[in-house]
């Protein structure tokens, strides 16, 4: 089965937590602090792997955890970091962000890597907090809080060449008379309903990729019938070859067709109006077949005049030689990145954003007797503090005492004993002291 889209979810391993410990040993009086930090969380990385040719795994997985680093240890240990999580996928896959729609990276060559789920820092244990005014403090942080987001991954067939078309105009059958690959073949619409891949060999150690790509119809870029599903594997290609009945089967005008599917194109992607691209004028074996290429040249020589159309039969094998020679020419010509930009200097690239400068901003509001401070870098301070020693609490107090917090309480009404509310923790406001307990 192919499977060329999945949603799921990412979540960086957390931070180890550090911990409160001193020293212990004979003939030491007065050991110092000796707390060790904790170990960072694991990352979550994607890499591609070109063994790799769907997103089959993430239909049975959806879920990917990292490991959390390990607590710290006393006699000034550090807790190990955990390893990351290396997550495999195909090349083409492009990885967007479920909630902002961002693209994220663009995963393309063999071994590219990007980090989606940044682990958390370990905590940092009670040896970092010594100070002379406090050379034992019993004072330590919880890890923090790996990162965590779900991910859309889309994968983009990587092919030289995309055979583009209506339903049934004979794309299938051109692939399996060019290349090894074996396309479900039959005579009925839609017999493609997965994109099939095919390498052909035009001597000379000449070679390219090429796709069978399911037929699209009218409004196919707004997503009729399966129309994204399909499109989006005509961006990666470098040259289209559009597939053309010529012999008007089931009553259509091989010009009409020509100008819907082009337009089709142009609306999922304006690039993919300059995509170079050949028509093949297919089942040239079927009688009015020659009639009315006549009148399509003509009609199209009108809107592109520099067209290449190649009249063929996939079936007599009519005229397929000569197409695959002058589209191992035009790749030649063309540069081996797709047309479209590729997001390449995402390789490797963290994409998780650096921490901005510290906000200072809070609000306080009332509800009855208590008043309720919301502040992003205090309630951060009491995630990662361990808020169950006095020291603590006096870092604590201190932060808010240097932000202004105490005085802007005092203003509003505050005073020894007034309930203060941070997150989910309650404070008395002790006036004089500016302590909170």
């Known amino acids: 089965m192919f499977v060329d889209k999945a949603k799921i979810y990412v979540k960086g391993g957390d931070g180890g937590d550090g911990i409160v ?7 030491v009086p007065e050991g110092g602090p000796a707390g060790g930090d904790g170990g960072r969380g694991g990352s979550v990385i994607f890499r591609v ?4 040719r769907t997103l089959m795994d993430f239909r049975y997985q959806r879920h990917f955890k990292a490991q959390r680093g390990e607590k710290g240890r006393n006699k000034s240990q550090h807790g190990a970091g955990a390893e990351d999580m290396i997550v495999r996928i195909p090349p083409g896959t492009v990885i ?7 693209v994220l990276a663009d ?3 063999h071994g590219q890597q990007v980090v989606v789920a940044r682990g958390g820092r370990g905590g940092r244990g009670n040896i970092r907090f010594a100070t002379p005014s406090n050379p034992a403090p019993e004072l330590a942080e919880n890890g923090e809080e790996g990162e965590e987001r779900w991910i859309i991954l889309e994968l983009k067939v990587m092919a030289d060449v995309g055979l583009v078309g209506f339903p049934s105009v004979g794309k299938s059958t051109l692939l399996s008379v060019v290349s090894a690959a074996q396309p479900k073949i039959g005579a009925y619409h839609f017999t493609t309903i997965t994109p099939n891949l095919g390498v052909v060999s035009v ?7 090429m796709a069978d790509l399911p037929g699209l119809i009218e409004g ?8 994204h599903e399909f499109l989006r594997h005509v961006e990666r290609t470098r040259v289209i070859i559009h597939v053309v009945d010529m012999a008007g089967s089931e009553g259509r005008d091989p010009f009409d067709d020509w100008v819907k599917i082009n337009d089709e194109l142009k609306q999922y992607n304006a690039e993919l109006e300059n995509r170079p691209q050949i028509v093949a004028a297919n089942k040239m074996d079927m009688p009015e077949a020659e009639e009315n290429l006549e009148v399509f040249r003509k009609k199209v020589a009108e809107l592109r005049p520099d067209l290449m159309i190649m009249p063929i039969s996939s079936l007599t094998r009519q005229g397929v030689k000569e197409l695959m020679y002058k589209t191992a020419d035009l ?8 047309a479209i930009e590729e997001v390449s200097a995402l390789e490797e690239r963290k994409i998780y954003k650096l921490d901005k400068e510290e906000d ?4 306080i509001t009332r509800d009855n007797e208590a008043y309720v401070v919301s502040c992003p870098r205090v309630e951060r301070m009491m995630k990662r503090m361990q808020l169950n020693s006095h020291d603590a609490i006096l870092k604590l107090a201190r932060t808010m005492r240097h932000m202004g917090i105490d005085d802007e309480l005092r203003k509003r009404g505050a005073t020894d004993g007034t309930i203060v509310r941070i997150g989910d923790f309650e404070f008395e406001f002790v006036e004089g002291s500016s302590y909170y307990y």
């Open 49 to 52: 792997d070109e063994g790799l």
């Open 220 to 227: 196919a870029h707004e997503g009729v019938g399966l129309g």
């Open 21 to 27: 410990s001193f020293r212990r040993e004979k003939y």
């Open 331 to 338: 790749l030649d010509q063309i540069p081996e990145a797709p």
């Open 360 to 363: 200072n901003s809070f609000t």
């Open 96 to 102: 967007i962000d479920d909630e902002s729609q961002e």
């Open 107 to 109: 995963m393309t060559r």
């Open 203 to 209: 001597g000379e150690g000449r070679s390219f990729v």
